[in-house]
């Protein structure tokens, strides 16, 4: 009677216990961290960068996940200011536990936060553009957004056709101001440029004519405006104000609807260099990216009934590159670190991502097109 008692008592507890297990498997997740200027002055780079990576979370867990886990997304709203950026990285490592990060939105506020990547080890893949972000290359820091290299370089290339000779700079005071000042006065000799007047503004400043007709005075041709809004739209409303007629190129930093909006009619007639996203419906069918444009576009119309932007793309491509990689590893990050590192011809929204241990934004030249503003909208350059 006793054995039997003994017996069956074993038989329940076994089975509670395989009961527990497969719960608590099936609810064990994959965390992933986000740091995204959600909102703030550059909640027009975070807020859609959230949305998107929310939106390929969702889609990837309805596919059953990866490896059969699911992922969860913890996600920080960095205001587009380093120390709250700071303060989210320390909670997404140390209390969260993610195994890895996908931000933050700007170039200062990823600045900031590498270091605390790099001593707890957790692979981060920036949305921000500076170049200082994976030059030198650090093992655990990667970024999807075009460099300020090639986008300087689409610009000059742009310029030389038109037979421009002098140019104007005005570059915003901040870490992306400052990497893309240091691209346009390295590469400016090699297209045959000369910088006749470089100035600065404040990310916060409201009127620019001191600098701009300090530029004038010294004649160039045209005049390169390096910065994110709203100083760039300042500065094309200013530009109409005093009247000058010369061309005037933006970086990749206002490539949104939010610029021409804040621009209004002085938007008209800029020229700058944009990841394909823009003017997805007009480029040729062969055209590689076309395909993955067309479905991040209709996923993101039909989820959230707005425009997507450039910046969305960025964690788009994020997290379908994270995912990638974290297939086979069981959430190991090195063994994820090293599968990131060593991806290839992985076509996104932003361009096609060739990784490797000497380069860990992965992009080329063709991930950038040229196009000019008419009319308010936007105009492929061919």
Request: hydrophobic residues 40%; neutral net charge; charged residues 20%.
């Given at each position: ?12 507890i ?30 027009f ?5 959230k ?6 979370v ?18 920080y709203?960095?205001e ?27 170039t ?6 590498l ?7 957790t ?5 921000a553009?500076?170049?200082?972000i ?70 916060k400043?409201?009127?620019m ?17 390096w ?7 300042v500065?094309?409303?200013n ?9 005037l ?15 209004e009619e ?35 119309n ?12 960025y964690?788009y ?12 590893t ?16 992985h076509?996104g ?15 080329a ?7 000019q ?5 936007w105009?492929?350059?061919?």
């Amino acid at each position: 009677m006793l054995h039997r008692i003994l017996k069956s008592t074993f038989i329940i507890i076994s089975l509670m216990t395989l009961v527990f297990s497969s719960h608590v498997w099936a609810e064990e997740t994959y965390k992933i961290g986000g740091l995204f200027s959600v909102t703030g002055r550059a909640s027009f780079l975070g807020d859609p960068e959230k949305k998107s990576m929310e939106m390929v979370v969702d889609m990837i867990n309805k596919n059953g996940g990866i490896d059969g886990r699911m992922l969860e997304a913890v996600i920080y709203d960095t205001e587009g200011d380093p120390t709250k950026a700071v303060m989210g990285v320390s909670k997404l490592i140390n209390k969260d536990q993610v195994i890895a990060i996908i931000g933050p939105s700007t170039t200062p506020t990823t600045l900031a936060v590498l270091p605390f990547a790099e001593k707890s080890k957790t692979p981060i893949i920036s949305c921000a553009a500076g170049n200082k972000i994976t030059t030198p290359v650090n093992p655990w820091v990667f970024k999807t957004a075009q460099s300020d290299i090639l986008a300087v370089s689409a610009i000059y290339e742009h310029m030389k056709k038109q037979n421009i000779k002098n140019i104007g700079i005005l570059t915003v005071s901040d870490a992306f101001g400052e990497s893309g000042r240091q691209q346009l006065e390295e590469q400016a000799a090699s297209f045959g440029l000369t910088i006749v007047q470089a100035d600065k503004f404040g990310g916060k400043d409201t009127d620019m004519t001191a600098q701009l007709t300090k530029i004038r005075k010294a004649e160039p041709d045209a005049i390169v405006c390096w910065g994110t809004n709203p100083g760039p739209a300042v500065i094309a409303k200013n530009i109409k104000q005093l009247d000058i007629k010369i061309p005037l190129y933006q970086s990749h930093g206002v490539a949104s609807p939010k610029f021409i909006e804040l621009a209004e009619e002085a938007a008209d007639g800029i020229y700058l260099p944009t990841g394909k996203i823009l003017v997805a419906d007009l480029l040729p069918e062969d055209d590689i990216q076309k395909p993955v444009l067309a479905e991040y576009i209709k996923q993101y119309n039909e989820k959230y009934k707005v425009p997507v932007s450039g910046f969305g793309g960025y964690a788009y491509d994020a997290v379908n590159i994270l995912a990638k990689a974290l297939k086979g590893t069981g959430g190991d990050k090195e063994k994820l670190r090293q599968n990131i590192e060593n991806m290839t011809n992985h076509t996104g929204v932003s361009g096609t991502f060739n990784f490797s241990p000497s380069e860990h934004n992965g992009l080329a030249p063709d991930a950038f097109v040229m196009v000019q503003i008419k009319n308010g909208t936007w105009e492929l350059i061919k």
